[in-house]
């Protein structure tokens, strides 16, 4: 596979992203990749029509990267379009009674009842938390041998579940925090795998590879969360009405529907809990392992990270987040250019015109924000790792249709502004500790497996700052 930089583009530095083929792929072509790596899949077209139709087994296929049609299909007239049932087999087992899965007035019970976990003065209170696991990181590097390697993309799914942990149940995991992790990657590697099956439409009862053993890992999760939710709820009990740890956990159970007044049922406390570590977890540690990467490919970025954590990392706690605004401009480009969730989808209900082109009912609707992020139409040197577009004083001239990481409109990710918040404080701590130096031998390539990660993990070497500092 040719990669973009093989090519003559006086852009800037551009990071391993694959080539568009200049035709489209053939039907086989097409399965065949798509299991491999779906990123490989979008020809050149793609990147410069604002709407493409693709004929699949099963049904039309709308590629619709044109800000109107987008917000269409995802703001004015989303009632109309529904998950796919290929997002929502892949999805279903475990999280099936989550907010991410639910649909209609299930969903909008749900999303009422979640948005003050996610609210603004909820996320700011665990900037102490997300410091605290990017401490506890940093202790152990200083502990390795000097120069020692580490796989970056392994380490920030690590820190990423520990900040979970930290902030959902901050009284601790019951039970053996290894084993909660191994069962989590198990879990992963099961849901991970996009099957022919699924993507030819087969039906449910048709058994898919791996099933077995997600019933296996799912029992393991739901003693587990289980048991934390029954001590909680014992806890909470023998406390004074509004006492009690201040964590997600502790909100969710006393999550109560506005209009009904009614709390969540054990099975939706137990598939959010597990919707959020899914939702939260890769997603959140492939944004901070691009962002890694990024930086130690830019001096003058790093430079530029470095000077200002040095300057906010030592201020008060409250609202250091937002004085971030070199490291979030960073996480931001790096959120531009490897989207964790690559592309999203969505079935038409009714038929519907989408720029001038009529999708009929069944319709499947992929809004890739991976193309849409480089779209020749809508971003000027696409393919380049740029962050002032998203400083404060050029954030405006970014288009609101044209970046979506978070998806938008009704579905839009209840815990953006949690993942932002995490990715900017973890970055501006360990780039202000340490120099992270990608190993020169590492092959760096980016592979779409439910999220956009590493596909060869990232090795960097690891050398703490701490006694130049202290020497400066
Ligand atoms: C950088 C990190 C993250 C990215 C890129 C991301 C991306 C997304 C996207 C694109 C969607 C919309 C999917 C669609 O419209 O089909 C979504 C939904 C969702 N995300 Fe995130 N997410 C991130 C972090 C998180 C975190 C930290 C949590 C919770 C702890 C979370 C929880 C959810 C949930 C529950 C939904 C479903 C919302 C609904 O349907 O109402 N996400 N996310």
């Known amino acids: 596979?040719?990669?973009?930089?093989?090519?003559?583009?006086?852009?800037?530095?551009?990071?391993?992203?694959?080539?568009?083929?200049?035709?489209?792929?053939?039907?086989?072509?097409?399965?065949?990749?798509?299991?491999?790596?779906?990123?490989?899949?979008?020809?050149?077209?793609?990147?410069?029509?604002?709407?493409?139709?693709?004929?699949?087994?099963?049904?039309?296929?709308?590629?619709?990267?044109?800000?109107?049609?987008?917000?269409?299909?995802?703001?004015?007239?989303?009632?109309?379009?529904?998950?796919?049932?290929?997002?929502?087999?892949?999805?279903?087992?475990?999280?099936?009674?989550?907010?991410?899965?639910?649909?209609?007035?299930?969903?909008?019970?749900?999303?009422?009842?979640?948005?003050?976990?996610?609210?603004?003065?909820?996320?700011?209170?665990?900037?102490?938390?997300?410091?605290?696991?990017?401490?506890?990181?940093?202790?152990?590097?200083?502990?390795?041998?000097?120069?020692?390697?580490?796989?970056?993309?392994?380490?920030?799914?690590?820190?990423?579940?520990?900040?979970?942990?930290?902030?959902?149940?901050?009284?601790?995991?019951?039970?053996?925090?290894?084993?909660?992790?191994?069962?989590?990657?198990?879990?992963?590697?099961?849901?991970g795998r996009i099957g022919v099956l699924d993507l030819l439409g087969a039906p449910q009862f048709v058994p898919r590879p791996g099933q077995r053993r997600l019933r296996r890992t799912m029992g393991y999760f739901e003693g587990v969360i289980d048991q934390l939710i029954a001590t909680r709820w014992r806890r909470l009990a023998s406390l004074p009405a509004g006492e009690g740890p201040s964590d997600l956990l502790t909100l969710l159970l006393r999550a109560l529907d506005p209009s009904t007044g009614q709390s969540m049922s054990l099975p939706e406390v137990r598939s959010n809990i597990l919707t959020f570590l899914s939702a939260g977890h890769e997603t959140t540690a492939n944004t901070l392992a691009w962002s890694i990467f990024l930086l130690s490919q830019a001096s003058d970025w790093r430079a530029r990270v470095r000077e200002e954590a040095a300057r906010e990392l030592t201020g008060p706690v409250e609202g250091m987040a937002d004085r971030l605004v070199v490291t979030r401009a960073v996480v931001e480009e790096a959120l531009r250019l490897y989207p964790p969730i690559a592309a999203l989808s969505r079935m038409a209900k009714c038929a519907d015109t989408l720029g001038g082109v009529e999708a009929k009912p069944g319709a499947l609707i992929v809004i890739a924000p991976y193309v849409l992020h480089r779209h020749r139409l809508l971003w000027d040197r696409p393919d380049a790792?740029?962050?002032?577009?998203?400083?404060?004083?050029?954030?405006?001239?970014?288009?609101?249709?044209?970046?979506?990481?978070?998806?938008?409109?009704?579905?839009?990710?209840?815990?953006?502004?949690?993942?932002?918040?995490?990715?900017?404080?973890?970055l501006a701590a360990l780039?202000?500790?340490?120099?992270?130096?990608?190993?020169?031998?590492?092959?760096?390539?980016?592979?779409?497996?439910?999220?956009?990660?590493?596909?060869?993990?990232?090795?960097?070497?690891?050398?703490?700052?701490?006694?130049?500092?202290?020497?400066?």
Not at 33 to 57: D, G, M
Not at 397 to 410: D, E, I, Q, S, T
Request: glycine content about 4%.
């Open 1 to 191: 596979m040719l990669r973009i930089s093989d090519g003559d583009i006086a852009q800037g530095y551009c990071p391993p992203a694959p080539r568009p083929p200049e035709q489209r792929l053939r039907l086989f072509a097409l399965l065949a990749t798509l299991k491999r790596n779906p990123l490989e899949c979008w020809s050149a077209e793609f990147f410069r029509e604002p709407i493409a139709k693709v004929k699949l087994p099963f049904a039309d296929a709308f590629l619709v990267h044109d800000p109107v049609a987008i917000k269409r299909v995802l703001v004015d007239n989303a009632g109309n379009y529904r998950k796919d049932p290929i997002q929502r087999r892949i999805l279903a087992t475990g999280l099936a009674d989550g907010l991410l899965s639910v649909e209609g007035a299930r969903w909008e019970a749900q999303r009422r009842m979640l948005a003050p976990l996610f609210a603004r003065r909820t996320v700011t209170s665990f900037t102490a938390a997300m410091l605290a696991a990017a401490d506890r990181l940093a202790e152990r590097w200083r502990r390795l041998e000097p120069n020692a390697t580490v796989d970056i993309a392994a380490e920030m799914t690590l820190i990423t579940l520990n900040v979970l942990a930290l902030t959902i149940f901050s009284d601790g995991i019951a039970g053996d925090y290894d084993e909660f992790r191994e069962a989590m990657n198990a879990y992963f590697a099961v849901i």
């Open 385 to 426: 790792f740029d962050p002032s577009r998203f400083l404060p004083q050029n954030r405006s001239a970014v288009a609101r249709f044209a970046y979506l990481p978070f998806g938008v409109g009704p579905r839009i990710c209840i815990g953006a502004s949690f993942a932002l918040q995490e990715a900017t404080i973890v």
């Open 431 to 472: 780039t202000h500790h340490f120099d992270i130096a990608l190993m020169p031998d590492a092959k760096v390539w980016p592979l779409q497996k439910i999220t956009l990660r590493p596909a060869h993990g990232l090795p960097m070497r690891v050398t703490s700052r701490d006694c130049n500092e202290q020497a400066a």
